[in-house]
């Protein structure tokens, strides 16, 4: 397993995909996976610091697990098949399945680290050669520039 950080999320153009951008820790392979528009918002709601008044979807569960006194001690993107990526929560021992997307904003709101298999960073990890490195720093200038509400549908 290989750790990975949250670059961002970004709408894809023009067919107006959600995708959120992970990258390596000790590597230069980014992972580029398409999400839901509700799991944009949230991703982006927290890297932005963005307090609802009411808590969104993966706030309750930070919250639920806090009260449980359950911390989550990772997520790991495991497989990809048929275009479709699968995650585990870890909770100690115990794993749950769920949807990337979903998994990586809840360990963003409790501090949780990310790790992918190696097969599937092999398979759809891209490497951004260095004359492309530009558009890596518009996508990071376009993140401090973008609004959560900008992914709603």
Same mark, same amino acid.
């Given at each position: ?13 023009? =067919?107006?995909?959600? !995708?959120?951008? $992970? @990258? ?6 980014? /992972? ?5 528009? #509700? ?33 989550? =001690?990772?997520?790991? !993107?495991?497989? $990809? @098949? ?6 585990? /929560? ?5 794993? #749950? ?57």
């Amino acid at each position: 397993m290989r750790e990975l950080n949250v670059v961002g999320v970004r709408v894809e153009l023009p =067919t107006n995909q959600p !995708i959120v951008l $992970l @990258r390596e820790v000790d590597g230069d392979r980014y /992972l580029p996976i398409w999400i839901g528009a #509700v799991e944009a918002t949230a991703i982006a709601y927290e890297q932005q610091g963005v307090k609802p008044a009411r808590p969104l979807t993966h706030d309750l569960m930070r919250d639920v697990l806090a009260a449980l006194e359950t911390p989550l =001690t990772g997520v790991e !993107i495991t497989d $990809l @098949r048929d275009s479709i990526f699968f995650a585990d /929560l870890l909770f100690g021992e115990v794993r #749950v399945s769920g949807r990337p997307s979903d998994a990586i904003a809840l360990a963003l709101r409790v501090g949780a680290p990310i790790h992918c298999s190696e097969a599937v960073l092999d398979e759809a990890g891209i490497i951004i050669p260095d004359e492309q490195e530009d558009e890596v720093e518009k996508f990071r200038e376009f993140l401090e520039q973008v609004s959560p509400e900008d992914f709603a549908s």
